[in-house]
């Protein structure tokens, strides 16, 4: 589940990031989003998604919780802690 978390919202924030958009980042955070780490997380995902019993709706159901957006500083500061777990524990 954590690598599908990954892939999604790093895929989602590069995106965002590449379309010139503000991540909501801290600066540090936003300089080392990039494509290759999402699809890191992406081939991760892939290779051990069954072998841990995760179902394709299962897949569908973080990708929709991560689109949901939400102003609220702890929201925010998830995110941020997630995406920092993300890039600093890349497979």
């Known amino acids: 589940m ?3 978390t990954c892939e999604a919202l790093l895929g989602q924030l590069v995106g965002v990031a590449m ?12 300089a ?10 992406a081939d991760f995902a892939d ?19 991560l689109s949901k957006l939400s102003n609220t500083d702890q929201d925010r500061e998830h995110t941020v802690a997630t995406v920092r777990d993300c890039l600093d524990n890349a497979p």
Do not use: C, N, Y
Request: glycine share 4%; hydrophobic share 40%.
């Open 2 to 4: 954590r690598a599908l």
């Open 19 to 30: 379309a010139q958009a503000d991540t909501g980042l801290p600066p540090d955070l936003s």
């Open 32 to 41: 080392r989003l990039k494509l290759s780490a999402a699809s890191r997380w």
């Open 47 to 65: 290779a051990h998604a069954d072998s841990a019993g995760v179902s394709q709706s299962e897949r569908e159901q973080i990708i929709l919780d």
